[in-house]
C-alpha cells in the first residue's frame, strides 16, 4: 500500500524554535536596559542644568539688590520682599531643596550660592557650586 500523499497548503508554515523566541527576548530585555539607563542618565543632567539656571536667576537678583543697595541681601527671601524675585517661583534646586545662600563670599567671591546637589546634603562632592558650576561641566 502506499501513503497517501500530503498535500502542501500554503497557510502550512514553520513555527518559531524555542530558541528562536528566547532570542528575541534578550534582545528585546537589552535595548530597553539600554533606553532605561538613559532616560535616567537623562533626568539627572535635566536637574542639574533647571539647579544652574535657577542660580543664574537668583545670582542676577543679588547683583541687582547690590546696585540697589550698596550690600548683598542678608537671606533670598529678601529678594522676595524687593520684588526682584517673583514669588510664585521659589529659588529650589533641581531635586526640590532650598539654595544656599550667604552674603559672605568665599575665596574673594562677592557671595555665596550653593545647592547641595542630588544627595541633599551640603558639604559633599556633588554640591554645585554658583561661581564654579560652569567649569565643572555639569
Same mark, same amino acid.
Given at each position: 500500500?502506499?501513503?497517501?500523499?500530503?498535500?502542501?497548503?500554503?497557510?502550512?508554515?514553520?513555527?518559531?524554535?524555542?530558541?528562536?523566541?528566547?532570542?528575541?527576548?534578550?534582545?528585546?530585555?537589552?535595548?530597553? /536596559?539600554?533606553?532605561?539607563?538613559?532616560?535616567?542618565?537623562? /533626568?539627572?543632567?535635566?536637574?542639574?542644568?533647571?539647579?544652574?539656571?535657577?542660580?543664574?536667576?537668583?545670582?542676577?537678583?543679588?547683583?541687582?539688590?547690590?546696585?540697589?543697595?550698596?550690600?548683598?541681601?542678608?537671606?533670598?527671601?529678601?529678594?522676595?520682599?524687593?520684588?526682584?524675585?517673583?514669588?510664585?517661583?521659589?529659588?529650589?534646586?533641581?531635586?526640590?531643596?532650598?539654595?544656599?545662600?550667604?552674603?559672605?563670599?568665599?575665596?574673594?567671591?562677592?557671595?555665596?550660592?550653593?545647592?547641595?546637589?542630588?544627595?541633599?546634603?551640603? /558639604?559633599?562632592?556633588?554640591?554645585?557650586?554658583?561661581?564654579?558650576?560652569?567649569?565643572?561641566?555639569?
Amino acid at each position: 500500500m502506499e501513503k497517501p500523499a500530503v498535500k502542501k497548503n500554503r497557510f502550512h508554515a514553520r513555527a518559531f524554535s524555542l530558541l528562536e523566541l528566547m532570542l528575541v527576548v534578550a534582545i528585546i530585555a537589552v535595548l530597553s /536596559g539600554i533606553v532605561a539607563f538613559n532616560v535616567i542618565a537623562g /533626568g539627572e543632567k535635566a536637574k542639574n542644568k533647571a539647579t544652574m539656571a535657577t542660580m543664574d536667576i537668583v545670582a542676577s537678583g543679588l547683583k541687582q539688590y547690590n546696585l540697589d543697595n550698596s550690600a548683598f541681601p542678608p537671606t533670598i527671601a529678601s529678594l522676595y520682599a524687593a520684588k526682584i524675585l517673583d514669588a510664585a517661583k521659589p529659588a529650589k534646586d533641581g531635586w526640590g531643596s532650598d539654595l544656599i545662600y550667604s552674603p559672605q563670599g568665599l575665596n574673594g567671591q562677592d557671595f555665596t550660592l550653593r545647592s547641595s546637589g542630588p544627595d541633599k546634603q551640603s /558639604g559633599t562632592p556633588d554640591d554645585i557650586d554658583y561661581f564654579t558650576m560652569n567649569k565643572q561641566g555639569q
